[in-house]
């Protein structure tokens, strides 16, 4: 219902949704186009940023896993990928 420009002009947190949308979108593009300038996929950049800023005791794949939402086979082969890049 949030796409509805009738109904998000009756409901503010419609309104608020939509904003929180256009700004996550626009963090999309953002992401997109940094990773892209430096070769890497989103991910990947997720992946370094996860490193870069992740307690070390915490810096785990499984840590990593959770946080882009995927499973730790998954999570492992996108590191790897980074540490082929150097």
Do not use: C
Not at 19 to 25: E, N, V, Y
Not at 61 to 83: E, Q
């Amino acid at each position: 219902m949030m796409f509805d420009p009738q109904y998000r002009k009756d409901n503010r947190s419609a309104r608020m949704s939509m904003a929180l949308f256009r700004i996550s979108q626009a963090i999309k593009k953002m992401t997109q186009a940094e990773s892209d300038a430096l070769g890497l996929s989103p991910v990947q950049t997720q992946g370094l940023l996860f490193a870069a800023y992740t307690r070390s005791d915490m810096a785990k794949v499984g840590n990593f896993a959770s946080a882009i939402g995927t499973t730790h086979v998954t999570a492992v082969k996108i590191l790897n990928r980074l540490v082929e890049k150097n």
